[in-house]
T-cell receptor
Framework: KAGVTQTPRYLIKTRGQQVTLSCSPI?????VSWYQQTPGQGLQFLFE???????NKGNFPGRFSGRQFSNSRSEMNVSTLELGDSALYLC???????????FGAGSRLTVL | GDSVTQMEGPVTLSEEAFLTINCTYT??????LFWYVQYPGEGLQLLLK?????DKGSNKGFEATYRKETTSFHLEKGSVQVSDSAVYFC????????????FGKGTKLTVNP
């Protein structure tokens, strides 16, 4: 059974650019969540999607957005990148109500 | 809001030593509690979980008991191995129809042979 797949694994951008990260959940999982991991702030919740609807959102500026497609795949977008956006972005999927997240390996974003 | 506090370490032990990583939480309801582990260059993996008071989660020799009276979920292992070297995260979920997790800051464990 394939795990959660995140692409790209590594990317480098410059300030002011935008970036789109992709997440393919485990087959059958309809809930997808995104987290930002940094050395200073640790793991912070970005947003959660279920059946193409955003169900929950963390305390991040509007530059951070996401969406989910009908096949449960999800993307997140960060516009007008800042140096502080450099982080590991983790996607996780779960079965509805199972309360257990399976994480992908992450997309490591470096902003120069 | 909900929060999780765990000892930040780093923690360095010799192989076969006893491990305890403390975790306490603040939550308005009765959350589910988790320990996740992150190996270098990888995402997080669920290590164990407990969903109600006095439940004991266990996996790969690790254990943690959900203590409502002390709002704690300490991680223990009787004899650590070099392969246990990783970062360990305590987390809670408020079970309110969302899969959102609130994480502690993580504890880096290094086990020396």
């Amino acid at each position: 059974k394939a795990g959660v797949t995140q692409t790209p694994r590594y990317l480098i951008k410059t300030r002011g650019q935008q970036v789109t990260l992709s997440c393919s959940p485990i087959s059958g999982h309809r809930s997808v969540s995104w987290y930002q991991q940094t050395p200073g702030q640790g793991l912070q919740f970005l947003f959660e999607y279920f059946s193409e609807t955003q169900r929950n959102k963390g305390n991040f500026p509007g530059r951070f957005s996401g969406r989910q497609f009908s096949n449960s795949r999800s993307e997140m977008n960060v516009s007008t990148l800042e140096l502080g956006d450099s982080a590991l972005y983790l996607c996780a999927s779960s079965l509805e109500g199972a309360n257990v997240l399976t994480f992908g390996a992450g997309s490591r974003l470096t902003v120069l | 809001g909900d929060s999780v506090t765990q000892m930040e370490g780093p923690v360095t032990l010799s192989e076969e030593a006893f491990l305890t990583i403390n975790c306490t939480y603040t939550a308005t309801g009765y959350p589910s509690l988790f320990w996740y582990v992150q190996y270098p260059g990888e995402g997080l993996q669920l290590l164990l979980k407990a969903t109600k008071a006095d439940d004991k989660g266990s996996n790969k020799g690790f254990e943690a008991t959900y203590r409502k009276e002390t709002t704690s979920f300490h991680l223990e292992k009787g004899s650590v191995q070099v392969s246990d070297s990783a970062v360990y995260f305590c987390a809670l979920s408020d079970k309110g129809g969302s899969e959102k997790l609130v994480f502690g800051k993580g504890t880096k464990l290094t086990v020396n042979p």
